[in-house]
Every structure is written in structure tokens, then in C-alpha cells.
């Protein structure tokens, strides 16, 4: 199994610029979430689904746009690039939003907006 | 709210020691999962192990073991015989039980440095 597959690894935006964040897990999991690291503020979440066609915010969602038509597909959407979206953004599904199923992370993204 | 809290920002182990690091946790719940992740260099995110707090024996996976406390709302991770690939940010995290409805997001601590010294 590949698990979870992020691409790209890195990418430089410039600012006002868009772009879309794959993210495919090949687990059948239900759950899929999106993820941001920055130094000193740990792992924060963007957005998240806990099924095919449901979406919903988590702590810091403005500026990012998901959508999960498939199981197995979960981008993220960045509409106008900022500054303040320099980070690494990882991709995390679970097998199922209940339960005690640890989370599988992608490799990562690391973004960098000038 | 709900927090997590990992008091050592960084430590340091000489290789084939024994390290341990603090995570403690703050919740009202009385049934709730606690993991350990590690990430390397590499960036990539590892499930170390987990812990649910209905169990009351220690979690164990091969050199990394829990010193779980649930009173005091404490979930420690000891390394044995640390090895260099050790060397990685440790992230302590809490999830709610399944009757939290949508507050069942994992909430993480801000990680501790450890590395490994030959």
C-alpha cells in the first residue's frame, strides 16, 4: 500500500497566486484532514471530512478550500496566496472518525509564499 | 479547553540510554485516546504509540514504553536503548471519545526536540 500520497513536496508561490495540494490515501479510510506545522506552534488543523462529500472547518480555515468528491482524494485549495501560508502542510486520514484508529500522515508540503 | 502540554523543548540522550519525555494533558472526559508521534529529519509523521484511558496497563512498543497516569493526567514516553535514528520532534497528542461529536479532533502539543548523541 502507498497510504498517503502528497504532491507536491515543495512548491514557491508567489503572492495573490493560486494553487491546489493533492492528497490520495489508498486505506479506504473515511476520515481525511489537513494539517499545517510551523515552528513554536505545532500542528494546527485546516480542514477536515469524515466522508465523501462532507467537509468541515478545524482551528485555521480561512484562505483554504477543500472538497471530497471520492474517498480517496481530499485537495486543499489555496485561492490567493499569502505570506502567512508559509508552512508545511501535511495531509492525515483515518480509518474511521470514531474510535482510536491512529491518524497516517503524507510525506509533507513544504510552501513557501513570496 | 482542552490542552496539551510538553514541558521539555528539547533534550538529549547519549546512545543506548534510557530518555524520557513529559507530556501532561488537561480534559473532563473520563474515556479518551493518547498517542505519541515522532518525526524525523525526513519530516515524516510516525505513530509511536497509543494509549486508551480505559486501559489501565502501560501501552509497549519494543523500546518505547508509557508511564500512563490518568489522575494526574500524565502520559510520559520512555525511549530504552536509545539509538541514533531516535533523533526526532516527539509530539504528544489527546482525541476526545467518540460521544464528543465533532470535538473528536486530535489536539497536539508543540512537540520536544530529542536528539541522540553518539
Known amino acids: 500500500n502507498a497510504g498517503v500520497t502528497q504532491t507536491p513536496k515543495f512548491q514557491v508561490l508567489k503572492t495573490g497566486q493560486s494553487m491546489t495540494l493533492q492528497c490520495a490515501q489508498d486505506?479506504?479510510?473515511?476520515?481525511m484532514s489537513w494539517y499545517r506545522q510551523d515552528p513554536g506552534m505545532g500542528l494546527r488543523l485546516i480542514h477536515y471530512s469524515v466522508g465523501a462529500g462532507i467537509t468541515d472547518q478545524g482551528e485555521v480555515p480561512n484562505g483554504y478550500n477543500v472538497s471530497r468528491s471520492t474517498t480517496e482524494d481530499f485537495p486543499l485549495r489555496l485561492l490567493s496566496a499569502a505570506p502567512s501560508q508559509t508552512s508545511v502542510y501535511f495531509c492525515a486520514s483515518r480509518e474511521t472518525e470514531g474510535g482510536n484508529s491512529p491518524l497516517h500522515f503524507g510525506n509533507g508540503t513544504r510552501l513557501t509564499v513570496t | 479547553a482542552q490542552t496539551v502540554t510538553q514541558s521539555q523543548p528539547e533534550m538529549s540522550v547519549q546512545e543506548a540510554e534510557t530518555v524520557t519525555l513529559s507530556c501532561t494533558y488537561d480534559t473532563s472526559e473520563n474515556n479518551y485516546y493518547l498517542f505519541w508521534y515522532k518525526q524525523p529529519p525526513s519530516r515524516q509523521m510516525i505513530l509511536v504509540i497509543r494509549q486508551e484511558a480505559y486501559k489501565q496497563q502501560n501501552a509497549t512498543e519494543n523500546r518505547f514504553s508509557v508511564n500512563f497516569q490518568k489522575a494526574a493526567k500524565s502520559f510520559s514516553l520512555k525511549i530504552s536503548d536509545s539509538q541514533l535514528g531516535d533523533t526526532a520532534m516527539y509530539f504528544c497528542?489527546?482525541?476526545?471519545?467518540?460521544?464528543?461529536?465533532?470535538?473528536?479532533?486530535?489536539?497536539w502539543g508543540l512537540g520536544t526536540s530529542l536528539a541522540v548523541n553518539p
Open positions: 497528542a489527546f482525541m476526545n471519545p467518540v460521544n464528543a461529536g465533532n470535538n473528536r479532533k486530535l489536539i
Open positions: 486505506m479506504n479510510h473515511e476520515y
